[in-house]
């Protein structure tokens, strides 16, 4: 029976996508719920599962292709191998078919699980399959890789050859490497993400009054709590107690005080929002994406931990939903993960105001007439000043500075 491989229904904010990746090719086998192909929008990758167990037939819309909500991408075969019906295959072929060693091994594995072990250099010899007949999933890959055992041991094969200078759209400039002494220019097109970040970012800043002030936080009353309760925290609720559920809790209680650095800009109509929902920042491969936490107001410091780990795995597996990036009173960007001292975030339109964060360094500090050593942390409040004076953006930060200094005011609602 075939099947018509559709793109996901959009909502109304997006208007068409580009078809990104094709998993498969036609003829080639693919198992039930394994991915086909990956449909990129303006802001989120929609992953594409195939239906059934079965064969991609036919590729009507090739990558790099605009498409629309449910137009038709391709055409599967359901319980059949290629182009050629199931009867008429024989067991050899069937075999051949199926069998995908990544490095040479006698391991079947699916066309999607032998791309990612070849991504991340794992001997497929080593994964242990859970797929139907002995086969290596994509999730039996993931796995191997989380639990720490993706090296190849000594005896592995080479891994395989780098791949053509004419690279698909979704290749990232981290991964473009040039040969040593080598004059030479690689053009990749910028996907719709990055394509759509950097509009973005350009609209910001030509279309709001952006200031940015700042101020420095004594990270060391939280260091001493999170050290102090870290394990407890762990073993009752499941997730490790990290910095970010601080931070989202005193710009929460800050944004509260501060209805203005809460509110959005409309046309000529300032919306003042009675609700926190506060956007976290996630880098990816394929770009920043903000997926928004609602009701930070009504949620405990556990809540927020496990929410972020969700949605940072989710993001870079590409799996989070249009609808989990949308809407958000306010954003908070975590640049101190990868070393940054100090910085200018930029807004997130049509929100009036964003929270940089930096690395923790310890330095030198004058405390009550003597020098002292304390880690610190330097804050960034970027704001629309057509919303909001200088004055509140000020007070603002310094009330998150406050907290901080004191996270018993946290726990206590004071």
Do not use: C
């Not at 295959?89 to 079947?108: N, Q």
């Not at 039996?140 to 050859?161: E, F, L, R, T, Y």
């Not at 002292?372 to 009330?399: C, T």
């Amino acid at each position: 029976m075939t099947i018509e491989i559709k793109t996901p229904a959009f909502p109304e904010s997006v208007a068409d996508g580009t078809v990104a990746t094709w998993h498969v090719q036609p003829g080639e086998p693919i198992s039930r719920d394994e991915p086909l192909v990956d449909v990129e929008t303006d802001k989120v990758v929609l992953e594409v599962v195939a239906p059934a167990d079965g064969s991609l037939k036919e590729i009507v819309k090739a990558e790099g292709d605009i498409v629309l909500s449910e137009e038709v991408l391709g055409i599967f075969v359901e319980g059949a191998v290629g182009d050629t019906a199931p009867q008429t295959v024989t067991p050899s072929e069937a075999a051949s078919a199926e069998e995908a060693p990544a490095a040479g091994g006698d391991v079947i594995m699916s066309p999607a699980a032998r791309k990612l072990a070849e991504e991340k250099g794992i001997n497929p010899s080593n994964i242990a399959a859970t797929g139907k007949g002995g086969r290596v999933t994509k999730e039996d890959v993931m796995n191997h890789s989380s639990q720490g055992q993706g090296a190849a041991p000594a005896k592995a094969a080479p891994a395989p050859a780098p791949k053509p200078a004419a690279a698909s759209s979704q290749m990232q400039a981290g991964a473009i490497q040039f040969d040593a002494g080598e004059r030479a220019e690689k053009r990749v097109p910028m996907t719709r993400l990055r394509a759509t970040i950097a509009r973005r970012l350009v609209e910001a800043q030509q279309n709001a009054a952006m200031l940015t002030t700042y101020n420095e936080v004594n990270m060391k009353p939280v260091m001493e709590l999170r050290a102090k309760y870290k394990d407890q925290f762990e073993k009752k609720h499941g997730v490790k107690l990290g910095f970010m559920s601080f931070f989202v809790k005193a710009a929460t209680e800050a944004l509260k005080n501060f209805p203005a650095v809460n509110a959005s800009i409309d046309g000529n109509d300032m919306v003042y929002h009675g609700y926190q929902d506060v956007g976290v920042a996630v880098s990816t491969e394929r770009g920043l994406v903000v997926p928004v936490l609602r009701d930070t107001d009504a949620m405990g410091l556990a809540e927020i931990e496990g929410s972020i780990n969700d949605f940072g795995l989710r993001a870079r597996e590409g799996k989070l939903g249009i609808e989990e990036m949308q809407g958000g009173t306010f954003t908070i960007s975590n640049g101190g993960i990868f070393g940054s001292m100090m910085s200018t975030p930029i807004l997130n339109p049509p929100q009036t105001a964003i929270l940089g964060m930096h690395k923790i360094q310890e330095r030198p500090m004058a405390v009550n007439g003597e020098v002292v050593i304390l880690p610190m942390m330097y804050l960034a409040v970027s704001y629309d000043h057509r919303m909001i004076d200088g004055k509140e953006a000020v007070q603002f930060l310094v009330n998150i500075k406050d907290l901080l200094e004191d996270p018993a005011r946290l726990i206590l609602d004071i």
